[in-house]
C-alpha cells in the first residue's frame, strides 16, 4: 500500500470514527431530550396515579424498556388506600396501567440490593436475586438497572428496569441519567403523598374521620357511572340518628361528638372494602353499597340498624348512652337510567332521604325501602321506638 492510499484508508478510518461519535452524541442527546419531556411531566403529576402510571408504562415505552417495575414502601397502607379509592374497581384497563407496582409492608426485600442509598446498581439479571422483584410472567431479561429511591437518608422504595439485552445496563456504563432519574422519582412521589394527604383532608370529616358530603357527592357519581356501565345495583342508605338533640341535652355536647365518632366507626365495621361511608351533616351519615342486591342491601342497613340500637353505647368518658338510627334506602333502578349520572345520583341520594322521612315518621329506630326500590318491603324494625 503506499502513502497516498495509506492516508487515504485512515481517512476513511477517522470519518467513519466521526460519523459514529455523532450518531451516539444525536442519540444521547434525543435520550436527554425524550427523559428532559419526561422528567416535566413526572414533575407535573397530578395524583399517584397519574404519576405511577407514567412511570411504569409511559417511562417504559418512551425508552424501550422490557420490563420496569416499582416497589414502594407502604408500611401503613397509606398507598394502597389511595390507590383503591381512585381506581374504579372493575376497570381492568386501569389496573393493568399499575401493572408491575409492588406495595411493601417492610424494606426486607428490597434493603439488600443497595450499597448505598445514591447509586444504581447494574449488572446480569440473577433468577435468585432478581425475579421477585420483576415477578413472573416477564421476558427473558438478560441485564438489570435497580434504582434506590430514598426520602431524607431513608429507602423508599426501588424502581427496578430490565432487559433482555445484557449489554444494555452493563456494570461499568455510566448512571448519571438513572441517578437524576432515582432522585427525581423519589421528590415526586413524596409530593404526591402530600399533595394526596392535603386533598384527602379536604375530603374527610374532621369529628369521625370519615368521608365528608363533597366526597360523597364526587363518588356517588362515579358509583352512578360504574353501575350504569357494567349493569350493577347500586344501593343508598341514608341514616339519621334518632333524637340526638335529646343525647346532647342529656349528656353535653363532647359526649354527643364522641356518640357520632362511635356510630362512624359502627357503621364503617358493617360494610366492605368497597362500600363509601360519609358524614352528610350533623346526625346524618350516607352510605353506598356498590353491586348490592336490594335484598343484601337491606340486610346490610338492619345489621346497621341493630348493632347501633342493640345497646347502649358506653363512651370514654363512662357515660352510658342509648341511641338509635332510622335507615332509608333506595335502589339504583336500573330500568329507569335514563339522565346523567350527577342527577342519577341525586335522585338517588333523595329517593333514600325521603324513605328516611317515613321511617322517621313511622316511629324512627327501622329501616323502610324507597317506594322506588321496587319489590323491596316496606319497613323493617320494631314497632315501638327505642326512646
Ligand atoms: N354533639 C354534636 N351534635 C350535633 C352535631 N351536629 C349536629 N348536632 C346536633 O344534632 C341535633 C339534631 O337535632 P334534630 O335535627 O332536632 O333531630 P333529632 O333530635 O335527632 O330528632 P330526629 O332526627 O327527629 O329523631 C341538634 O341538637 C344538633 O345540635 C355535632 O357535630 N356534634
Excluded: W
Excluded at 470519518?15 to 419531556?37: I, T
Excluded at 340498624?305 to 358506653?314: F, G, K
Excluded at 332509608?328 to 337510567?337: D, W
Amino acid at each position: 500500500m503506499d502513502s497516498s492510499s495509506e492516508l487515504q484508508a485512515e481517512n476513511q478510518a477517522l470519518r467513519q470514527q466521526l460519523e459514529s461519535l455523532l450518531r451516539e452524541a444525536r442519540s444521547n442527546e434525543d435520550k436527554m431530550r425524550r427523559f428532559e419531556q419526561l422528567e416535566h411531566r413526572l414533575i407535573g403529576a397530578r395524583s399517584m396515579a397519574d404519576l405511577l402510571r407514567l412511570l411504569l408504562n409511559e417511562y417504559r415505552q418512551s425508552f424501550g424498556i422490557d420490563c420496569v417495575t416499582l416497589a414502594l414502601l407502604d408500611r401503613d397502607q397509606e398507598t394502597s388506600g389511595l390507590l383503591d379509592a381512585e381506581r374504579p374497581r372493575d376497570d381492568q384497563a386501569e389496573r393493568a396501567q399499575l401493572d408491575g407496582l409492588t406495595l411493601l409492608h417492610s424494606l426486607k426485600p428490597i434493603e439488600s440490593l443497595f450499597q448505598d442509598l445514591t447509586h444504581p446498581s447494574l449488572g446480569p439479571f440473577n433468577e435468585g436475586l432478581h425475579r421477585p422483584l420483576f415477578g413472573t410472567p416477564s421476558p427473558a431479561l438478560a441485564s438489570v438497572a435497580l434504582l434506590p429511591l430514598s426520602r431524607h437518608g431513608e429507602l423508599i422504595g426501588s424502581l427496578h428496569f430490565g432487559s433482555t439485552d445484557p449489554s444494555r445496563y452493563e456494570r461499568a456504563a455510566g448512571t448519571q441519567l438513572l441517578q437524576r432519574l432515582a432522585a427525581i422519582v423519589s421528590v415526586c412521589l413524596d409530593n404526591a403523598l402530600n399533595h394526596e394527604r392535603l386533598k384527602r383532608a379536604g375530603l374527610s370529616d374532621m369529628l369521625t374521620g370519615v368521608h365528608n358530603r363533597r366526597y360523597f357527592e364526587h363518588r356517588s357519581q362515579i358509583e352512578v357511572s360504574q353501575a350504569r356501565r357494567y349493569q350493577h345495583d347500586l344501593a343508598c342508605l341514608f341514616l339519621d340518628l334518632d333524637h340526638f338533640k335529646t343525647v346532647n341535652d342529656s349528656f353535653g355536647h363532647a359526649a354527643g361528638d364522641a356518640v357520632l365518632q362511635k356510630i362512624a366507626h359502627i357503621i364503617q365495621a358493617q360494610l366492605r372494602a368497597g362500600d363509601t361511608v360519609a358524614r352528610f351533616g350533623g346526625e346524618e351519615f350516607v352510605v353506598l353499597l356498590p353491586q348490592a342486591p336490594a335484598q343484601h342491601a337491606r340486610d346490610i342497613a338492619e345489621r346497621i340498624r341493630l348493632s347501633i340500637s342493640a345497646e347502649p353505647l358506653t363512651l370514654p368518658g363512662g357515660e352510658v348512652v342509648p341511641i338509635s338510627v332510622s335507615i332509608g334506602l333506595a335502589m339504583l333502578g336500573l330500568s329507569h337510567l335514563s339522565g346523567d349520572s350527577p342527577s342519577l345520583a341525586q335522585g338517588l341520594v333523595n329517593d333514600a332521604d325521603r324513605a328516611l322521612y317515613r321511617a322517621k315518621a313511622t316511629g324512627r329506630n327501622r329501616v323502610t325501602c324507597s317506594a322506588a326500590s321496587d319489590k323491596l318491603g316496606e319497613t323493617l324494625g320494631p314497632q315501638k321506638n327505642a326512646h
